[in-house]
T-cell receptor, first 111, second 117 residues
Framework: KQEVTQIPAALSVPEGENLVLNCSFT??????LQWFRQDPGKGLTSLLL?????REQTSGRLNASLDKSSGRSTLYIAASQPGDSATYLC??????????FGKGTKLSVKP | GAVVSQHPSWVICKSGTSVKIECRSL??????MFWYRQFPKQSLMLMAT?????????EQGVEKDKFLINHASLTLSTLTVTSAHPEDSSFYIC?????????????FGEGSRLTVL
């Protein structure tokens, strides 16, 4: 059974720092991996989608990498800003087309 | 732990028919639920926010008359795809907050895969 783990559960950094969020999964047979942002009380906002054949995707200050063989993905946020404060979730799409989510990393960027 | 249940997990229907998908919070009350869909090889996208006792809030580009959302109780939200067409074939997933909006935890259903023939 696929399990998705995100480390750390919470992270607090000063503004301007570069940071890395980690996501690991137990079954490497995935179709894709997605990173989302969740603001309190709101639905998810899709950030990046990495297909199983890809190794990374970039959008602005965000860069996500995927290493299927080791079951890992990282989300790199450059020059963090207070507006980046949110919970970041990763999810993998398995062979049956279902989505398995991690518990998320709660990020706080302090001015 | 808290569980959000979706039903059905898979559904195949003919074009022109309507399909109802249920999202239940099994051991907590959820005033707010969210509905998402994911087309093949695309990101999961938020469709609407379902609030118990009031009208759902739809995201831009989502037809409210086609995707009817009812959140009549604190444990059940339903999404009805009316007059479904093949282009509505997608993976639909719901999520629900347990707790307050600012401090609650978000739980996901297992999703419902709709295929319209």
């Amino acid at each position: 059974k696929q399990e998705v783990t995100q480390i750390p559960a919470a992270l607090s950094v000063p503004e301007g720092e570069n940071l890395v969020l980690n996501c690991s999964f137990t079954d490497s047979a995935i179709y894709n991996l997605q990173w989302f942002r969740q603001d309190p009380g709101k639905g998810l906002t899709s950030l990046l989608l990495i297909q199983s054949s890809q190794r990374e995707q970039t959008s602005g200050r965000l860069n996500a990498s995927l290493d299927k063989s080791s079951g890992r993905s990282t989300l790199y946020i450059a020059a963090s800003q207070p507006g980046d404060s949110a919970t970041y979730l990763c999810a993998v799409e398995g062979s049956q087309g279902n989505l398995i989510f991690g518990k998320g990393t709660k990020l706080s960027v302090k001015p | 732990g808290a569980v959000v249940s979706q039903h059905p997990s898979w559904v195949i229907c003919k074009s022109g028919t309507s399909v109802k998908i249920e999202c239940r919070s099994l051991d907590f009350q959820a005033t707010t639920m969210f509905w998402y869909r994911q087309f093949p090889k695309q990101s999961l996208m938020l469709m609407a926010t379902s609030n118990e006792g009031s009208k759902a809030t739809y995201e831009q580009g989502v037809e409210k008359d086609k995707f009817l959302i009812n959140h009549a109780s604190l444990t059940l939200s339903t999404l009805t795809v009316t007059s479904a067409h093949p282009e509505d074939s997608s993976f639909y997933i719901c999520s629900a907050y347990r707790g307050t909006a600012n401090t609650g935890e978000l739980f996901f259903g297992e999703g419902s895969r709709l295929t319209v023939l």
